[in-house]
């Protein structure tokens, strides 16, 4: 699976969205707002989820995580960057 879906699954498992397949997931759309409309509570336990399945170290409320947590492809390069 590539990190993109992997990504795209995680989303739909940790916040339990049960009518949205990966497929339904832009990878290029915000998450937040306009895109997948996710709030501020679904971040919360994205960036938990994302800690857990990718071990990377995650800065809490800083300008640099809302860029990361921009889309689908935006958290693929942070948690690419973050391995390498």
């Given at each position: 699976?590539?990190?993109?879906?992997?990504?795209?699954q995680?989303?739909?498992d940790?916040?339990?969205?049960e009518?949205?397949?990966?497929?339904?997931?832009?990878?290029?759309?915000?998450?937040?707002?306009?895109?997948?409309?996710?709030?501020?509570?679904?971040?919360?336990?994205?960036?938990?989820a994302?800690?857990?399945?990718?071990?990377?170290?995650?800065?809490?409320?800083?300008?640099?995580?809302?860029?990361?947590?921009y889309?689908?492809?935006?958290?693929?390069?942070?948690?690419?960057?973050?391995?390498?």
């Amino acid at each position: 699976m590539s990190l993109h879906n992997e990504i795209k699954q995680l989303i739909i498992d940790c916040l339990d969205l049960e009518d949205i397949s990966i497929d339904d997931i832009d990878t290029e759309a915000p998450l937040f707002g306009e895109g997948l409309g996710l709030d501020s509570i679904d971040a919360l336990e994205l960036g938990l989820a994302i800690k857990k399945q990718f071990d990377v170290k995650i800065e809490a409320n800083s300008e640099a995580t809302k860029a990361h947590f921009y889309s689908v492809a935006s958290l693929a390069a942070f948690i690419e960057s973050q391995r390498a």
